[in-house]
């Protein structure tokens, strides 16, 4: 099996999390990557110590409580192709409780998703800067970016891009409709070179409509040192540490995918691959026919 596949267990531990990536599990540096599953009235706690998070609510709502505030009916979709995300950034030293949807827990009331119960996304990167201010992320602040055309065509939302405040966080999700590639065409952003290209980690955390199918994700370098193809499926994680990557869903099953990326230059900057950049005009040919 790929060392790039991470599988979300079947069951949660006792702290919650069905998934987990450190940077020492990934063997990098930046980037860390938790989802929890909680049934209706849980409580997962976490100390950020010298880390900034951003809490992303995939499904379902919670409650996130913090020497920052109480953030109550955060969330609410019955799933992430029902309505955009909502989220919380939370900077070094707190401890943040995060609620599941139940009695006494918002939730209820919105009609975009579930009365009880939430699976949520925890978004991890270093804060040599001491973070950022603690706030709200809403998603319905946020615009949804159409992203090329035709099969090319996906869905961006950002969370905690460049236009909010962060050390080192960017996290954005991506709708993908069925039969679709995305991350397209392949891009690299493994280089220290701003701004033409910055150096980031990413994790790519998938989800599929209906959840029986699966995708395909390429990651490779120019000298094919870096040379994998990686079959997922709903809940996998796939990481990036360099290379190109792009990604495809076959047709009858929609594909998400929360992307959290992370390294010394708080920038989104890349490079697509030389061979593929013809694709992105619509009318154009492939120059070597």
Same mark, same amino acid.
């Given at each position: 099996?790929?060392?790039?596949?991470?599988? =979300?267990?079947?069951?949660?531990? =006792?702290?919650? =999390?069905?998934?987990?990536?450190?940077?020492?599990? &990934?063997?990098?540096? #930046? +980037? @860390?990557?938790?989802?929890? &599953?909680?049934?209706?009235? =849980? $409580?997962?706690?976490?100390?950020?110590?010298?880390?900034?998070?951003?809490?992303?609510?995939?499904? @379902?709502? $919670?409650?996130?409580?913090?020497?920052?505030?109480?953030?109550? *009916?955060?969330?609410?979709?019955?799933?992430?192709?029902? @309505?955009?995300?909502?989220?919380?950034?939370?900077?070094?030293?707190?401890? %943040?409780?995060?609620?599941?949807?139940?009695? @006494?827990?918002?939730?209820?009331?919105?009609?975009?998703?579930?009365?009880?119960?939430?699976?949520?996304?925890?978004?991890?990167?270093?804060?040599?800067?001491?973070?950022?201010?603690?706030?709200?992320?809403?998603?319905? &602040?946020?615009?949804?970016?159409?992203?090329? /055309?035709?099969?090319?065509?996906?869905?961006?939302?950002?969370?905690?891009?460049?236009?909010?405040?962060?050390?080192?966080?960017?996290?954005?999700?991506?709708?993908?409709?069925?039969? *679709?590639?995305?991350?397209?065409?392949? *891009?690299?952003?493994?280089?220290?070179?701003?701004?033409?290209?910055?150096?980031?980690?990413?994790? #790519?955390? *998938?989800?599929?409509?209906?959840?029986?199918?699966?995708?395909?994700?390429? %990651? /490779?370098?120019?000298?094919?040192?870096?040379?994998?193809?990686?079959?997922?499926?709903?809940?996998?994680?796939?990481?990036?540490?360099?290379? #190109?990557?792009?990604?495809?869903?076959?047709?009858? /099953?929609?594909?998400?995918?929360?992307?959290?990326?992370?390294?010394?230059?708080?920038?989104?900057?890349?490079?697509?691959?030389?061979?593929?950049?013809? +694709?992105? &005009?619509?009318?154009?040919?492939?120059?070597?026919?």
């Amino acid at each position: 099996m790929s060392g790039l596949l991470i599988h =979300a267990s079947g069951s949660p531990a =006792a702290d919650g =999390a069905i998934l987990r990536v450190t940077p020492e599990s &990934a063997g990098w540096r #930046y +980037v @860390g990557f938790e989802v929890l &599953a909680l049934p209706a009235g =849980a $409580v997962a706690q976490r100390e950020t110590g010298d880390r900034e998070l951003c809490v992303v609510v995939i499904a @379902g709502a $919670v409650e996130v409580r913090s020497r920052h505030g109480v953030w109550s *009916h955060l969330g609410g979709r019955i799933d992430p192709w029902a @309505g955009r995300p909502d989220g919380a950034y939370l900077p070094p030293e707190t401890t %943040v409780t995060i609620k599941a949807a139940g009695a @006494g827990v918002g939730g209820g009331s919105d009609t975009r998703g579930p009365a009880a119960g939430a699976e949520v996304a925890l978004c991890w990167a270093p804060a040599p800067f001491g973070g950022a201010p603690a706030c709200v992320l809403p998603g319905d &602040a946020t615009e949804v970016e159409t992203r090329g /055309y035709g099969a090319l065509e996906r869905f961006i939302c950002p969370i905690l891009m460049g236009d909010r405040e962060a050390d080192s966080l960017l996290v954005c999700e991506v709708l993908t409709p069925a039969g *679709h590639w995305s991350s397209y065409p392949p *891009h690299r952003h493994d280089r220290d070179d701003p701004p033409r290209e910055t150096v980031l980690e990413e994790t #790519y955390y *998938h989800r599929m409509k209906p959840p029986g199918g699966f995708g395909l994700q390429r %990651v /490779y370098s120019d000298d094919r040192s870096l040379e994998e193809a990686v079959t997922f499926g709903d809940r996998d994680c796939v990481l990036v540490p360099r290379g #190109y990557h792009t990604v495809s869903t076959p047709p009858g /099953y929609d594909l998400y995918y929360l992307n959290v990326m992370a390294g010394p230059t708080r920038l989104w900057a890349v490079s697509n691959d030389p061979d593929h950049d013809w +694709v992105l &005009a619509p009318q154009a040919t492939n120059p070597s026919t």
